[in-house]
């Protein structure tokens, strides 16, 4: 039995191998930041999510130790047991003022967040909606709520009122990306509260990639767009832009109430160790305070779409860090990426079916971790590489 289905699962590999999709990790040998060891080799690197340059900030770290030495290394049981920390707690009222909503809740990733909210509020007979390139996270979700799963193409707002007005479900909710994470495109967001409103909807946002990095101070999405409503619940990560790990969902009170009574992923794991919130309260304070951080940011970001004049290869059109080269095909991606690779540039390419067939693409990230000097350089070699690679 064992030997038949061990042998099933290597013909998988090798049929995957030969595809040439198998995907190997890359072994990071330095810390998270912008020049790095990657592999036994020193790279620039355009492939975290570390858009601030705050995980390896040195008030982070002095907050981490201190967090340590005060509440000790791990939680020791669930929220509802004894985890809940007074650090934890203070981490979801700064949150939740941060980004201006009533209430805040902290779960242990992004993941966990999003599967928590769906599979509470939505069950078996209620109606879900969401954009066909949303982050995986959000369909598993979806799935596992057993409610019916509608998808509409990419930010098609009239796809989505149509499977809207036919819908009659009991409870409907929306589920979008806030910044898609392989485009960097924003979603419509007031278009979409506004088919909430309209169709009685509740608005699940995912601000994993704009948190820290959209707003004035910061504060994402909802900033972005100067908006504030009872039916918006908004998600976003702590291990991107906030550079350390873990993820919040704000909303009204009773919905952060209801959550903390039904959502699985909150109630049956471990609260993270409550060093994590004294770090996250460090970093809120830097990304609040710190306008500088993320000006830096978004000079880096004119500075390779004003540089890049490619005739080949084009960037998406996106303002936030993520500046994906579209390219096309696999096999160009793959060799664009280990051209960059062979001058010290680490550009990951990505390729279906992370994303739709025949839109293979460089996914450039950017951080205030990099000077100005480490773009120029992407730029040159990007130029170069058009020259020389074959077409
Ligand atoms: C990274 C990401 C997540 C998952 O967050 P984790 O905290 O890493 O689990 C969810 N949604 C989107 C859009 C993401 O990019």
């Known amino acids: 039995m064992s030997d038949k289905l061990f042998a099933s699962l290597q013909a998988e ?4 191998a030969s595809a040439g999709l198998t995907r190997r990790r890359r072994l990071l040998q330095t810390a998270q930041t912008a020049h790095i060891q990657c592999d036994d080799q020193a790279v620039i690197s355009f492939c975290s999510n570390d858009y601030l340059g705050l995980a390896n900030h040195p008030d982070l ?3 981490w130790q201190r967090g340590a030495a005060e509440a000790g290394v791990g939680s020791g049981a669930s929220h509802l047991i004894t985890g809940h920390h007074a650090q934890h707690e203070a981490l979801e009222l700064a949150l939740a003022a941060f980004v201006g909503l009533p209430k805040a809740l902290l779960f242990s990733t992004g993941y966990m967040a999003n599967i928590g909210v769906v599979t509470a509020l939505m069950g078996r007979g209620d109606a879900v909606f969401a954009d066909k390139l949303n982050h995986a996270c959000l369909n598993d979700a979806a799935l596992l709520s057993r409610a019916e799963l509608h998808r509409y193409p990419h930010n098609d707002l009239a796809a989505l009122e149509g499977m809207l007005k036919t819908s009659h479900a009991p409870r409907k909710m929306i589920l979008a990306d806030a910044v898609f994470s392989m485009d960097g495109d924003l979603v419509p967001a007031p278009e979409l509260l506004a088919l909430c409103e309209k169709y009685d909807a509740l608005l699940l946002l995912d601000d994993a990639h704009g948190f820290g990095v959209l707003g004035a101070k910061g504060a994402g999405l909802l900033e972005h767009f100067d908006l504030k409503s009872p039916r918006i619940i908004y998600m976003a990560t702590l291990g991107k832009a906030a550079g350390v790990f873990g993820a919040f969902v704000a909303a009204d009170a ?3 109430d209801y959550l903390v009574q039904h959502a699985r992923t909150y109630i049956y794991t471990s609260a993270t160790p409550p060093a994590i919130a004294t770090t996250l309260r460090a970093s809120l304070k830097v990304i609040e305070q710190d306008y500088g951080r993320r000006a830096h ?3 880096l970001i004119s500075l390779l779409k004003s540089g890049l004049q490619l005739k080949r290869w084009q960037l998406a059109p996106s303002i936030t860090a993520i500046q994906p080269l ?6 160009d991606a793959l060799a664009l990426s280990e ?3 062979t001058k010290g540039l680490l550009v990951p390419a990505i390729r279906p079916p992370t994303v739709p067939k025949d839109t293979a693409r460089l996914r450039i990230s950017l951080s205030a971790a990099h000077s100005e000097e480490d773009v120029r350089q992407l730029i040159a070699a990007l130029h170069q590489a058009e020259k020389e690679l074959p077409a």
């Open 13 to 16: 590999l090798d049929e995957r």
């Open 254 to 256: 009773v919905v952060i």
């Open 297 to 299: 940011l978004h000079r």
């Open 326 to 331: 579209m390219v096309g095909s696999n096999h």
């Open 339 to 341: 051209y960059l690779l």
């Open 61 to 63: 770290i002095e907050a």
